[in-house]
């Protein structure tokens, strides 16, 4: 047993020695392992900021053509109710009246002639208020369709 007590104290710098440098080892993996993982982490949140901003862009763009796409639409519309507004004047005051065709003339004596176009098809004047009647129907069936044009410009823009 002295031997082996004996041969343990001849070792036991080397031991200490040995156990220092392991110690030392462990703690520098440790430290640069904890340094890899903040580096990592640095090199994730550079990308995903990169990944964001590039994002943003293309955000920006899309919003902006978004926007023509209303201002262009919003311009249509305005043109639109302005040629109505006059199409409504218009008939008010009589500079434009509606007809329709009929079948039989309608005459207020049978010396008075009905009017004729080329074709040969008599034409009756509609009623002022049914004319407004029949401009408001023909309004909302041109805003729909506006509306339509819009919302289907703006989905093949978003779907792109």
């Given at each position: 047993?002295?031997?082996?007590?004996?041969?343990?104290?001849?070792?036991?710098?080397?031991?200490?020695?040995?156990?220092?440098?392991?110690?030392a080892?462990?703690?520098?993996?440790?430290?640069?392992?904890?340094?890899?993982?903040?580096?990592?982490?640095?090199?994730?949140?550079?990308?995903?900021?990169?990944?964001?901003?590039?994002?943003?862009?293309?955000?920006?763009?899309?919003?902006?053509?978004?926007?023509?796409?209303?201002?262009k639409?919003?311009?249509?519309?305005?043109?639109?109710?302005?040629?109505?507004?006059?199409?409504?004047?218009?008939?008010?005051?009589g500079?434009?009246?509606?007809?329709?065709?009929?079948?039989?003339?309608?005459?207020?004596?049978?010396?008075?002639?009905?009017?004729?176009?080329?074709?040969?098809?008599?034409?009756?004047?509609?009623?002022?208020?049914?004319?407004?009647?029949?401009?408001?129907?023909?309004?909302?069936?041109?805003?729909?369709?506006?509306?339509?044009?819009?919302?289907?410009?703006?989905?093949?823009?978003?779907?792109?």
């Amino acid at each position: 047993m002295t031997a082996i007590l004996s041969f343990i104290n001849g070792i036991r710098g080397y031991l200490i020695l040995a156990l220092v440098a392991v110690s030392a080892g462990l703690l520098y993996g440790w430290s640069e392992y904890r340094q890899g993982y903040r580096d990592h982490e640095t090199f994730a949140k550079l990308q995903t900021a990169i990944l964001n901003e590039a994002a943003r862009q293309k955000e920006q763009a899309l919003q902006a053509q978004v926007n023509d796409l209303d201002t262009k639409h919003y311009q249509e519309y305005q043109n639109a109710q302005k040629t109505i507004a006059q199409l409504r004047t218009d008939v008010a005051d009589g500079k434009r009246r509606l007809s329709i065709r009929v079948k039989q003339p309608i005459c207020a004596s049978k010396d008075a002639e009905a009017s004729r176009l080329d074709n040969g098809t008599a034409r009756a004047d509609i009623d002022g208020q049914d004319a407004q009647d029949l401009i408001g129907i023909v309004i909302e069936g041109d805003q729909a369709i506006l509306q339509l044009n819009a919302l289907q410009d703006w989905a093949e823009l978003i779907a792109k």
